[in-house]
């Protein structure tokens, strides 16, 4: 059984940059590239192996063909989607639906769960996440009348931060910052607001209808508990379990050595570099550790956030 190394794919947006290239060393299609699609198995932008024994094969193929791979879990698509975000600028106000809706709406796709890990941002950069309407029907007020600086609520945000946003919560990733973020695998986004930006000269195309319909009111802040462990050889931080996932974060200093048991895990270095089963690795490599696999040696002086799926 082998580690299973995933090469990313790229996204441009007009709200990307460069960082993707500066801090992580990608070549990137342009200078405004917004998302490395790190550990992907959606049509939308599918990820392949890189070296070994499949190496070429789509992690979309690896998921119908091997399904011991994955510890048989349930399902026709790969639960979860990985990306590292580098945003310039802002992103649109956004909403997304949750599995029910986006199942009768959006022609079967998974609903979006998704959870944030602030790699970096820039001094006083705030992030938002949810609104301040009191119930259903001012939310609705509050958006047909671009009543935007009532609505939105802004939270102050600091690298390290890491938040859960669960379907039906108005967020949005503002500019100069940098995030990792761990979903549920779906492209399923309804813009509520775009800033009145141009893209091509035209604005983008907004979702009202669907936000209107899909946000929870009045917002409540989910509860997601940070629990710290010293462990032999590594600071484990567990960031959050959740329907469709469990989040952590280990920064190794030394050896460590791990045997990961749900299903399969999503491995991002984010920082550092080291020697993972004698393969060296360095910040903005992405790889799974197969259903099965048993214990994983870890070296150096590296973090990375793993994830691993639930069902
Ligand atoms: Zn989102």
């Not at 580098?86 to 992103?91: G, S």
Request: overall charge negative; glycine content about 10%; charged content about 25%.
């Amino acid at each position: 059984m082998e580690l299973l190394f995933v090469e990313p794919v790229f996204k441009e947006a007009i709200w990307g940059g460069s960082k993707l290239r500066d801090v992580f060393g990608y070549e990137i299609p342009s200078e405004t590239t917004g998302e490395c699609w790190a550990i992907s198995g959606h049509a939308n932008g599918m990820g392949k192996i890189s070296g070994g024994r499949f190496d070429g094969k789509t992690l979309g193929e690896l998921w119908r063909e091997e399904p011991e791979l994955f510890g048989g879990y349930p399902g026709d698509q790969v639960p979860l989607l990985i990306k590292i975000i580098d945003a310039q600028k802002d992103l649109s106000i956004q909403v997304h639906p949750d599995d029910a809706y986006a199942n009768v709406h959006e022609n079967g796709s998974l609903g979006k769960t998704e959870c944030w890990y602030v790699l970096d941002c820039e001094p006083g950069t705030e992030i938002v996440i949810g609104h301040h309407a009191k119930d259903k029907a001012e939310v609705e007020e509050m958006i047909r009348n671009h009543r935007w600086t009532d609505f939105i609520r802004k939270v102050p945000l600091k690298k390290g931060d890491f938040f859960q946003i669960n379907p039906g919560c108005v967020h949005a990733i503002k500019g100069g910052t940098l995030i990792l973020e761990t979903q549920q695998s779906s492209d399923i986004t309804y813009r509520v607001y775009d800033y009145d930006r141009l893209s091509n000269g035209k604005p983008r195309q907004l979702h009202v209808e669907q936000s209107i319909d899909v946000i929870e009111a009045p917002f409540v802040p989910s509860d997601t508990e940070i629990v710290k462990e010293e462990l032999p050889g590594a600071d484990h931080t567990h960031l959050v379990t959740c329907q469709f996932y469990s989040v952590d974060k280990y920064d190794i200093h030394g050896v460590f050595t791990k045997e990961f048991a749900k299903y399969y895990t999503n491995v991002s270095i984010i920082d550092g570099e080291g020697i993972v089963e004698g393969i060296p690795v360095k910040k903005g490599v992405h790889f799974i550790i197969p259903a099965g696999y048993g214990n994983c040696r870890f070296e150096g002086n590296l973090s990375m956030i793993c994830s691993n799926p639930e069902a």
